[in-house]
């Protein structure tokens, strides 16, 4: 197969194998609906032991942007905002989805897309430490992305700072891990599920862009942090009336480590371009270790890696070069990262 | 097999098993996404052409809540409010969706689910017709299910009447069509996909209830009818990030009229658990002739009935009686019909 | 002076004179602003002493509708929604500001204005009673109306009833005393200011249609029921900069019993001419013992009586009658009675 | 009369002595309601004509907030934004109003209070001008403050180019004009109110800071720019039922010019104390030629001034020095001021 090579996107394709596969053998099972059925509680169950939270909720969500909203609507109160990174999905990408919830996107310059507790210190007090308090939004909940939007990784002493400050503070820290899998995978990192579940209110581990068809599992390692969560989601349009299609895709992925093998290949897959693109030269943007790499090309250089290979556009820094985004997932394959070197 | 037998729901199962094949055999292509691709592409066409409407625009959805929610954002001004029947969908069982929105649903006393064009110009007169009309909230919309949420039908001239009225006082006329395709197959049925596309500003082609695992097809007749459509569904965190999973589905089932034939499997096993009840002395609820079945049944026979089948409450008209739900789909086998048929 | 008798409205002039000449003589005061300022808090603690609550927080608004958004807003779950009769302003005269705050209003049929705790019961059953209520609107609150929009008024017994069904259910009981000097100098009623402080958890004293300029005193009587209300207030746009221009009114209406005084001097021009309609053989409609009476006029008398004095328009039961509303107020001459009288 | 000095704020006494006399005079008046009256309708005559605006539609809110409110949820698509200036009211100061109706803003780092016409197009370059952009928040409108929030002016140069970028991009201009009287009466301002009305979609011409009890006039220089105005505004909660109220006070400030008279008499103080103040060494933050006066002082300074004479705290640029504000208004005595200037 010679077809053009394509490193654009991790959620081009369809499912990993074993999730097709156990759709077809349980195709014609009758289940219950709404989340309420055999494979969502067995997903369930392996989730919180794979966290370590045996009380945790985990409710399956179709996407991101709606797992994002209803979250946030559930925690803030109306006049509560949201701390993120400028660079954060909730910040550009959702069209706006948060302040249609009624909320502002308290957005801080990152660095690699990340914010550290001192900004989240700095923000409160910016925001809310002097007389005018009362005039304006005040920030109730922490938004931050794991991997970041380009790559980056919290480590767990980032992490624990993060949310010390938070709960001083009296502020919601909500983590989104679209791409969970591929900092779970990655060497660099030292934050586990159970890291997750102990110093966050809420996380969710991603399922679209690791592996499955659609679904994101959201966790609230704490039992009823948020009452009635299920009518918050049916009002937002976030309840999958056929549940059990995530619930059996979330329950593959955590049966004999799935998700964590998904993570290895692509940061695998990643890890060899990397060097490649390395040793021929080229300049990596972000010190981004998961399955996204940003390499920033003059004009001839993208013009002539863009006749053989989709990559995705990120940004224009100056007039004559671009940065171009690789992403590998759970469906490269080893040819197709040979294919790519050779071109490079 | 003699497991227990189940008419709860027409969404417990997963797809048709076209549908699956389909997905199995494309699993690895790789395509673009959140709905830009090629068998999205394709489904479009084929829905255009079902519904003679070759400037449609067509989207697909996840869940009928979301596309209802996204839908009437998107066509009222902030003080319109949507007209509907007291037993619609959006009025009930949405958990407050349209309101979330900042919608009032102008609910009308329906007769067997439906409203009428006299109905609809009588709430338009006491809503707006008086001085204090700009104190009230303005009718903008008007949604009907079809079939209803009981089974019953719209019948052309009804639908004709309905989109006269809407039309003379500018109100978006919405088709919630979360089980078109048991109205499609049924005899008594006169309304076609292209008389909807003719009388209706917007409706949607249901898949979830249809064969789908998931999914709905969103159809706008006219072209650019709301410019930025994209936009608000993304903001409405109701974009499938694999698009193509909601496309290749929908193309599937607009193949050699999949979906008239999931249609008339349904019908067909609904007759004939209707005809066995008729004969047998029950009393039937509504008049309902499409794939819901909706019985009344006194405590004995609730009690008897329901230790070997699975039906759905509807409710609970006196003390004594409760009225029953029976629902086939295009997975409901011959085999399963003569059972329930012998049980009753 | 031999103008045009008006009876149209207790909103249609200034200020009682008290106030306006109170204002005259502190205009050039310099106070705190955004209602932190000596008028407020002596008005508050006037009205604090008159409700008997001394630990109410008491805020001043311009409105009732802004009001009514403020505290639904802030004491309702986003998925939650408020009981309200049919003819509640809230659920009619308020153009969706209710659902704007994404909350829907479960309209019950009113008896001359007024629900029962009976009807707050069932309708709890109704929409939450059964294995349904996730996914409908869970009610969160009780809207009320002392007097109602037409002119009744809810007994000590009706209000404790109701009351005791809120608290057993958890809903947050609210009255709207847009015209409550009207009910509480009403020889008919029976509950006090300190009832609604014993009986709610947040009502309203109204000031606008009571000889205020403007301005609504919002009571809750248990300290802290809302956190930071002043931010909710100020996010809906609700704050007075001059807040010290409603303090100040306040602090008038209750000093010498002022708003008793207000409330008497309507009540006793509405009873005569209730009385004098009586006489005559006019028609009333509802049984309102409050500043609003309604009449039953068959075309010939409106078309005679609109020539010489101002009503407004209620309803028209059939094709023949029009119910049309007379108003007094706080300004409601003898004169204007008498020759009211006259021409009946 | 020797109490002490008070510059915190122009909004902290009651109204221009010719408006309370006005009300005196007129209380009595039986008016039509909404602001369906005859103060009101002579009110809005005279500013279409200050504006040279014939066809204008001119509406009289309650104060700011609401007016942002109301205006950009009126004019803005639900997943478009609003561009401000970082220091924008809206974007600080209104807890959250604008995302509460579901608009972001999108804040522009201003440069003393300011944005410009590039600025503008930059931003929209970055939010919408690639291939995401409908993944983004739409930019739909823009807001200006005039004068700005800390008293600096637009010019007639600057806001015609911005003016002119917003008709190219198809962005609603809108400009807060809650201090317009200082800028108007300030000699280095060349934008008059027919420059607003030919350059802007939408403005408003403050009365709560500018000599009225409450009150703003927005004005839409052309017809029917908003249908349903009305309906949006009570929707918010932002008809004032009396609104004879706030139009008896503009027409008496739009009469014989008291509005231009109540700026001259705040921009002669003012000048009169950044005079005294630049004399006797003190270093001025912004240039800020309005009625808002902010100055640098060291905490000994702070320190002995603030005994003597009450200011407003405006924000602390290092460890050892506090900017503070003296603001003046048609309240201002020449007294005052002499007596500001020697504590100086």
Redesign the interface.
């Known amino acids: 197969m010679n077809e053009r090579l394509?490193f654009a996107?991790d959620?081009?394709?369809?499912?990993h194998?074993a999730i097709?596969q156990r759709?077809?053998e349980?195709?014609?099972?009758?289940?219950?609906?709404y989340g309420d059925d055999a494979f969502s509680e067995s997903a369930r169950a392996k989730i919180r032991t794979a966290c370590r939270a045996p009380e945790a909720d985990v409710w399956f969500l179709?996407?991101?942007?709606?797992?994002?909203?209803?979250v946030l609507?559930?925690v803030l109160?109306?006049?509560?905002?949201v701390i993120s990174a400028d660079t954060g999905h909730i910040c550009?990408?959702?069209?706006?989805?948060i302040?249609?919830?009624?909320?502002?996107?308290l957005?801080l310059p990152g660095k690699a897309g990340k914010i550290s507790a001192a900004d989240i210190r700095a923000c409160w007090d910016t925001w809310y430490g002097?007389?005018?308090r009362?005039?304006?939004?005040?920030p109730g909940a922490v938004y931050l992305s794991l991997p970041t939007e380009v790559g980056t990784l919290y480590s767990l002493a980032e992490l624990e700072a993060i949310s010390s400050v938070c709960r001083e503070k009296g502020l919601c820290l909500y983590v989104d891990g679209a791409r969970l899998a591929y900092s779970l995978a990655c060497p660099e990192n030292d934050v586990t599920l159970p890291d997750l579940a102990r110093l966050c209110d809420v996380f969710y581990i991603g399922g679209?862009?690791c592996g499955s068809?659609?679904g994101e599992a959201l966790v609230f390692p704490k039992h009823d942090t948020v009452p009635?969560f299920?009518?918050?989601i049916?009002?937002?349009?976030?309840?999958?009336?056929?549940g059990f299609?995530a619930g059996l895709q979330f329950d593959t992925l955590f049966t004999d480590n799935l998700y964590g093998e998904i993570g290895r290949t692509a940061i695998a897959a990643a890890e060899r371009i990397r060097q490649a693109l390395r040793s021929k030269g080229y300049t990596l943007a972000f010190d981004a270790p998961t399955n996204q790499i940003f390499v920033l090309l003059d004009d001839a250089a993208l013009a002539s890696l863009s006749e053989k290979v989709e990559m995705s556009?990120w940004d224009k820094p100056d007039a004559e070069h671009t940065t171009m985004r690789f992403v590998t997932s759970w469906?490269t394959t080893e040819e197709e990262v040979d294919r790519l070197i050779e071109l490079l």
């Open positions: 394509n996107c959620y081009n394709q369809g499912a194998p097709l759709m077809l349980n195709n014609l099972v009758k289940s219950g609906v179709v996407g991101g942007t709606q797992t994002n909203a209803a609507d559930s109160r109306p006049f509560e905002g550009i990408h959702e069209a706006g989805a302040e249609r919830g009624g909320h502002k996107v957005a002097d007389g005018n009362s005039h304006v939004v005040k679209t862009k068809l659609l009635d299920f009518s918050i049916k009002q937002h349009g976030a309840v999958l009336a056929k299609v556009f469906a």
